[in-house]
């Protein structure tokens, strides 16, 4: 029997992008909704400290917000589209590489339209509209693939805040810091900062996106039976910043992100709306403690990332590594997610993970989905959504949240992550471009059933589970297929050996083979 909401208060603690996007479903869907966050209104500050100033969005986040109508505003009025990445030599050459062979437009109904191929035959395509460079009035339609770079502030603040306030839902608390919860009966205890007063608040739902270092969690882990793992990795982040050019332009060609890759460092870059960029430098704090002096700190600029002291700025480079503090980057696995009826965790609350592949509030905003989903099918009944099952729910959103934390913080703390390659080291690597050429030439003639794992991770709404189920399961038949041709190169080999003048031919083929084999083998065994 279909529940009936207005009569339901639902906490939402934390009004993060999670939090307020989830805060615009559970209004949208009738709550009486709640929201408490525990800083000031962010639209009333100046600077929000600690967090990145830019985001990478792609199809998991946008399907989030398209359901309560900000996803036009957000991507088409704010996004910066990226369609690859740019990639930095030491010696200030740089290199495209697209994030799929789709990169082509063409203008709709002419021969040179190339209709989109869908990633997944349930996702459908993934297409945007773009203006015609070369004549502004036409509109042609792209099938290039393309995240997204959005100002946090932009999203959290100006877009999911205000997009609250349009539904009838109670007045935000601002300055309440969750203290205790009691997970069953619904009671949280508040510490109102301003008046330093304690305030207890009862719901019937009370739903955690208070982040990585989450407090519903913490109470959440008072229980028996509650798993949890953190994990910090050896690498800290600080963000810099590329002013503008003279021309008041972006001074690199903005629709890429641009990356810095140098073994165990890595330097980042996203496009900003005012032609600015963020950057992000990502080391091991040994290594962001050692330059500890403006000499020291140009020396190493100039041997790793020489381009960016002329764009950034050498006098501004040293103000701002000096000015700033290289923060730690933390994943978060738990389990289950939820209490009962009456008390669930979202966003990184429940998977914080290292942001290396983009995906921290992408995840996060595709759980709202989730869970909408979850509320559709079972009527919005609370205790059938808060699972119970392991085919429902939180349960099966565990198994897809699970894998791709897992993968990302092992791999990535034990630095032989194929995410941490792809962004660090590999995309400058040899074997990851021959990685690249085998998955692209694959991808085409079999579109439908080899899609790479990047691009099924960030252009299409594949469960994360399945998309490292399906990466092994390439993995393995690029073993075999290498296998395969090298044995088919021996015996080609063996009967070419057989004449004199084929000999020299042979013996570079066979060993060109093997060379490939080993390299390919290499890369399968990541
Ligand atoms: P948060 O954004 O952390 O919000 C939690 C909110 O809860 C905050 O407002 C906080 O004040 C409030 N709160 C905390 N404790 C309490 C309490 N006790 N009581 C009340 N309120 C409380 N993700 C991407 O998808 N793409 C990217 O490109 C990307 N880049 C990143 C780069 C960096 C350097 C980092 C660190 C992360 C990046 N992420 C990225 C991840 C992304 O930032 C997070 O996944 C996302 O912010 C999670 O949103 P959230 O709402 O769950 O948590």
Redo the contacts with the bound molecule.
């Keep these: 029997m279909k529940q009936s909401t207005s009569n339901k208060k639902v906490a939402v603690?934390?009004?993060?992008?999670?939090?307020s996007l989830e805060a615009c479903y559970l209004a949208k869907r009738g709550y009486d909704v709640h929201l408490?966050?525990?800083?000031d209104d962010?639209r009333n500050m100046e600077h929000v400290p600690g967090?990145?100033i830019n985001?990478?969005?792609s199809i998991r986040?946008r399907t989030g917000l398209k359901a309560v109508g900000v996803e036009e505003k957000i991507i088409r009025e704010h996004g910066i589209p990226m369609y690859a990445r740019m990639i930095h030599n030491r010696d200030g050459s740089t290199k495209a590489i697209p994030y799929n062979k789709d990169g082509k437009v063409g203008v709709r109904g002419s021969k040179r339209f190339v209709p989109p191929t869908p990633f997944l035959p349930s996702q459908g395509p993934y297409i945007d509209l773009v203006p015609n460079p070369k004549n502004n009035q036409r509109h042609l339609r792209a099938v290039r693939s393309a995240i997204y770079s959005v100002g946090?502030r932009f999203v959290?603040d100006w877009v999911l805040l205000t997009r609250a306030e349009e539904f009838p839902m109670s007045p935000f608390h601002f300055h309440?810091?969750?203290l205790t919860a009691d997970l069953e009966r619904g009671k949280m205890t508040?510490l109102d900062t301003m008046s330093q007063d304690e305030v207890t608040v009862d719901a019937d739902l009370m739903i955690g996106?208070?982040?990585?270092?989450?407090?519903m969690r913490k109470q959440m882990m008072k229980r028996p039976m509650f798993n949890y793992r953190q994990q910090y990795i050896p690498h800290g982040?600080m963000?810099l910043c590329i002013p503008p050019g003279s021309d008041g332009n972006f001074q690199m060609p903005p629709n890429y992100l641009h990356i810095w890759p140098r073994g165990q460092y890595m330097m980042i870059a996203?496009p900003n709306q005012d032609k600015s960029w963020t950057v992000?430098l990502f080391m091991p704090f040994g290594i962001f403690n050692s330059l500890d002096t403006p000499e020291v700190l140009l020396d190493f600029f100039k041997t790793n990332y020489p381009d960016a002291i002329t764009l950034i700025g050498r006098e501004k480079l040293i103000h701002d590594f000096f000015a700033n503090k290289a923060?730690p980057?933390i994943s978060v696995k738990c389990s289950p997610y939820h209490v009962g009826s009456t008390s669930l965790l979202?966003?990184?609350?429940a998977h914080?993970?290292v942001?290396f592949y983009?995906?921290?509030?992408?995840?996060?905003m595709e759980d709202c989905v989730f869970l909408k989903e979850i509320m559709d099918k079972y009527e919005s009944d609370e205790r059938r959504c808060c699972p119970r099952t392991p085919s429902t729910g939180t349960q099966t959103r565990r198994r897809s949240w699970t894998s791709p934390c897992t993968t990302t913080s092992r791999l990535v703390g034990w630095c032989v992550s194929i995410v941490v390659s792809v962004m660090r080291d590999l995309v400058n690597s040899k074997l990851f471009l021959l990685r690249k050429k085998w998955d692209d030439l694959l991808s085409r003639l079999l579109p439908r059933t080899w899609v790479p794992l990047y691009t099924m991770v960030t252009f299409s709404r594949e469960r994360y589970h399945l998309c490292i189920a399906k990466k092994r399961w390439q993995d393995e038949m690029i073993g075999k297929l290498v296998k395969v041709s090298a044995v088919a190169g021996v015996i080609l080999g063996f009967f070419a050996a057989k004449t004199q003048a084929a000999h020299a031919f042979s013996h570079s083929l066979v060993t060109h083979l093997n060379s490939i084999t080993t390299k390919t083998l290499d890369i399968a065994m990541r």
């Design positions: 603690v934390g009004a993060g992008l999670v939090g408490y966050e525990y800083r962010i967090r990145s985001l990478a969005m986040g946090r959290n309440h810091k969750l508040f996106c208070d982040g990585a270092y989450s407090n982040y963000e996203l992000t923060l980057m979202m966003g990184d609350a914080a993970m942001p983009g995906q921290g509030m992408n995840c996060g």
